[in-house]
């Protein structure tokens, strides 16, 4: 199983970034994107969980980022909108089989994507 993150880079303040995950090989219960700024540790953004009850996003992101999957491609989106520069990070796309309490947890998954990095000038 491999995840390839695609389609960081530079964009404005207020601008808008879809990034994308392809996945290979088997399925799994939940897919998410992490992100981890500089001198940070790595923090959930959102998670596609339908057996779980749905979407999951972490309060920064709720209302400008859409998490989506298109089964039949094997691919993770991530949709974000209104951009701030608090955004820029490298993103993560993750997979893997959590219980409820570890959907937004890096624990529950066993997966990861190489990374891409998002950078949001002001």
């Known amino acids: 199983v491999q995840l390839q993150a695609s389609g960081g880079g530079l964009v404005q303040a207020g601008k808008s970034l879809r990034l994308t995950c392809a996945a290979s090989?088997?399925?799994?219960?939940?897919y998410a994107w992490f992100r981890q700024a500089p001198g940070k540790a790595r923090e959930f953004v959102a998670a596609?969980?339908?057996?779980?009850?749905?979407?999951y996003y972490t309060d920064s992101v709720q209302g400008r980022f859409t998490i989506s999957r298109d089964k039949a491609k094997k691919t993770l989106y991530l949709e974000m909108n209104s951009l701030k520069p608090e955004d820029t990070a490298v993103y993560y796309c993750?997979?893997?089989?959590?219980?409820?309490?570890?959907?937004?947890?890096?624990?529950?998954?066993?997966?990861w994507g190489q990374g891409t990095l998002v950078t949001v000038s002001s």
């Open positions: 596609l969980c339908p057996s779980c009850g749905g979407k």
């Open positions: 090989g088997r399925t799994f219960r939940s």
């Open positions: 993750a997979a893997g089989n959590p219980i409820l309490s570890y959907v937004s947890a890096s624990e529950g998954y066993s997966v």
